[in-house]
């Protein structure tokens, strides 16, 4: 599964040779031509005794010859700030979108989901707090058909009776609420299963509001083996959390947080404290990047603003 | 004019095995007749080497201990029958349906299609094997030399034209008299007058019967007997009688003993789905429907609309077929029950190990909840799809693998919460309905915007279902605090508001609901975080809906 690094000094145990460094013995330019005619990477060797080594560890490169793995392929997210601060959601990585409430997560994800989507391509949410508003959903122009949404935890009625206030007004008893590792397992197969089936665009899983503690049970080997499904595919894997939980296997890590809300007058009124004479118009969300593994910038190099606007603001 | 026979010899017993294959190596005898009378009416030839006779008691015939003895089974036999005309189909479109065991296919034109007389008969020979049967295939110009051949030879003949009479001489007069199973009841009042009469004539083949002087015989023996000597010769000619092949593939197969776990039951129905997967293929179509009807052994002392035996009474059935993509049907007659389960593919599909593994998933999400003594699979035909993938489209799920993921996330979540959204025509909160996902069958946007085209960002907000219940406190007649007792992290002072914004509807009917909504701005702990806050007018209760995010 995982490609390791194999260092011959590390093996011989030697300090670290690094290629700009000079060695007691360097092997003659014919040796040198040798190896290069009997197909083996050129090695640096120090002795006799590291000599009959080497020739044992002859297949393996240097670190300096290492490949460097190519740039994965970007996606738009859908908002140009956004993809000007990225370059766009990586495929084939995990993306991670972090936050605390209110901070833009959901925005974000809704405006990549709407991306996709508009590109033809199929999405899948795995919603682990059954939190997405379907209405947000076809605002942020999602074509509803491409995106196939995942509702973990226990069945439960559709219209919720306490909000129903009918003439009977009847108080139906709630199933028991479904525990939260209940949901985190049922989060966890779902998002192998559609893994495993491939042919998805994006692929959003949604821990926004699982508590960091909870959330933090996922084991960084189950986020190892996401990254691994998506390898080499075109999916984006999204995943928007409060907190980063994924670790390194997180090829790009957004942190998000708002700037502030924007509030518009709708009326004239000598009472401005009056609630309906304003109305929420929109948010501007702060993001930066925490770690990118696109560009090797340092952490928190980068930040921008973006506004989003209500469904109602016109 | 050429015409092929295919001729299943021991046909009861060919049934059998094409429904249990691993008896093939066994001395197998059918019997019939209503116990204790039942009768060995047919077998194998190792139960024939073993003494097993026809005629025999069922009794008689249990004293070998070798041998298998199965009940005869009008749906296994009809079933091959109807496999038999499938795998006729595939070659020919025109196909008469001579008997049980026979069917004879009109070649002509056809050698432009499948190759010479000798190949078509091989691949005839080699599709009805693929379906489970070991037959008989003959080529010849007329249709009754080609029967009589099937009849007479075993394997794959080809009679060229002119040389019926010397190829059909060697076979002996039996040939010409159906199986009891075969003859009509014109054919029954023959049977036992006409070979004993050329019996004791010494007419032994039919070679023998054509040399007769047609005179004579036809003095003797009247027009029955002219038939039978230019059958013998190859002579007789006829127009087929096509039939249309019945556009219905069911497989059957009734237990000995009751199935009670699942597992037995899958080996099975696998069994099952690749006959008809098999018969599917031969006729080229594939299907988007699965109906299984089990059997389920009595349930003496139980009520079938109960819930205590597992199984989902009628109109619950009838109430989720509307939403779910497996119904199920539960029905009683005399003292058996049946459990139907449907299985509906968003596309048309021919895959034996994926419908296996959508109707497991389908019953262990909704057992049967009685020992099964009867299996019963019908699948509805359909064209197979001729869409492709376009070469620069973006991939998409594989129909076949989706809809597997589909299946074993809905055993997860439940069907009801795995799906595509379909937003309903209301302003009441949640008005949205979970549909089938179908990724071909997305509807394309009234005003298609192009893939690059990019929209500001909407705020979207996240629900919380169901929702929290708040304590709302008000300072001047202004709303001052919020908290939820549920969820520690919602609550604090309000800094901002907007609202209310009132809504209602559906007063017309029991489930009316009126509301307030407000958009608050609430300091905790953690910062300013924005929420719906929605006062219900009909209960009295102030909820906080959701968050903006």
Known sequence: MSSAVFSTSAALGRPFVFDGEEMEEVCSKTSEAQLFSEGRPPQRVGSAAFKDKDAKLSGVQTASRLGVRPAPAMASSGIAEMDALTGGLPRGCLTEICGPASSGRTTLLLSALAAATRRGECCAIVDAGNALDPQSVAEAGVELGRLLWVRCGEESPEIQPELKGGPNGAKKNFAKSDSAEQRLEQFLRVTDLLLESGGFGLIALDLGDVPPQTARRISLTTWFRFRRAVEHTPTVLLAVERQSIAGSCSSLLIKLGTHRHRITQTADVKTPALGHAQLLTDLEITAEIVRSRMERKPAGSAEITFASKTAWAG | ?549
């Open chain 2, 1 to 549: 004019m050429p015409f092929a026979c295919i001729f299943v010899p021991n046909f009861s017993v060919a049934a059998v095995f094409r429904a249990e294959p691993e008896l093939r190596a066994r001395a197998v005898a059918i019997f019939e007749g209503k116990p204790p009378l039942e009768k060995v009416f047919a077998m194998n030839e190792s139960a024939s080497r073993a003494g097993i006779t026809p005629g025999m008691t069922k009794a008689q015939a249990e004293l070998c201990s070798e041998l298998t003895l199965r009940p005869r089974s009008p749906l296994q036999e009809s079933a091959a029958h109807a496999a038999l005309l499938d795998c006729a189909q595939s070659f020919s479109p025109c196909v008469e349906d001579a008997a049980a065991n026979a069917a004879i296919l009109d070649l002509a034109g056809m050698e432009s299609l499948f190759g010479t007389l000798s190949e078509i008969a091989r691949n005839l020979f080699h599709c009805t094997a693929d379906l489970g049967l070991d037959a008989n295939v003959a080529v010849a110009s007329n249709p009754d030399a080609a029967l009589l051949a099937a009849r007479g030879f075993s394997g794959v003949t080809v009679i060229p034209r002119g040389k019926e009479a010397e190829q059909l001489g060697s076979l002996k007069v039996e040939v010409l008299f159906p199986a009891q199973e075969e003859r009509t009841s014109e054919q029954k009042r023959e049977a036992g007058r006409l070979p004993e009469t050329l019996d004791r004539w010494g007419v032994r083949d039919l070679r023998a019967l054509a040399a007769l002087p047609e005179v004579a015989l036809s003095e003797r023996l009247g027009q029955e007997g002219l038939r039978l000597q230019q059958l013998a010769r190859g002579t007789a000619s006829r127009t087929l009688v096509p039939v249309e092949a019945p556009a219905t593939f069911e497989e059957a197969v009734e237990l000995e003993y009751p199935i009670v776990l699942l597992e037995p039951l899958a080996f099975l129905l696998n069994r099952l789905i690749e006959q008809i997967c098999a018969r599917l293929a031969a006729r080229a179509l594939n299907t988007q429907e699965l109906r299984l009807t089990l059997e389920l052994q009595n349930l003496t002392g139980a009520d079938p609309e109960s819930d205590t035996v597992g199984i989902p009474s009628e109109s619950e059935a009838a109430k989720s077929a509307t939403e779910s993509q497996a119904t199920s049907q539960q029905f009683v007659s005399g003292r058996q029950a049946k459990f139907c389960r449907t299985l509906r593919l968003p596309l048309p599909m021919l895959d034996a190990k994926l419908f296996l593994k959508l109707l497991q998933l389908d019953l262990n999400a909704h057992p049967p909840g009685a020992p099964i003594v009867k299996i019963h699979l019908i699948a509805e035909p359909v064209r197979p799809r001729s869409t492709q993938g376009g070469l620069f489209l973006p991939p998409s799920p594989e129909p076949e693998k989706l809809e597997l993921t589909l299946a074993r996330i809905a055993g997860l979540v439940g069907k009801s919460r795995v799906g595509s959204v379909e937003l309903l025509d209301t302003h009441r909160a949640e008005g949205f309905r979970l549909r089938r996902f179908v990724p071909g069958a997305a509807p394309e946007t009234k005003h298609k915007k192009s893939a690059t085209e990019e929209k500001s960002a909407v705020a979207a907000l996240r629900m919380f279902r169901p929702p929290l219940r708040a304590n709302v406190t008000w300072e001047n007649g202004e709303l001052a605090g919020v908290v939820c007792t549920k969820k520690k992290e919602v609550q604090g002072s309000v800094l901002w508001k907007a609202g209310p914004w009132r809504s209602s509807g559906d007063w017309w009917e029991r489930e009316a609901w009126a509301r307030d909504e407000w958009d608050i701005a609430l300091q905790s702990n953690e910062g300013v975080a924005l929420y719906r806050l929605v006062h219900d007018l009909l209960g009295g209760g102030w909820f906080v809906e959701g968050t903006y995010d």
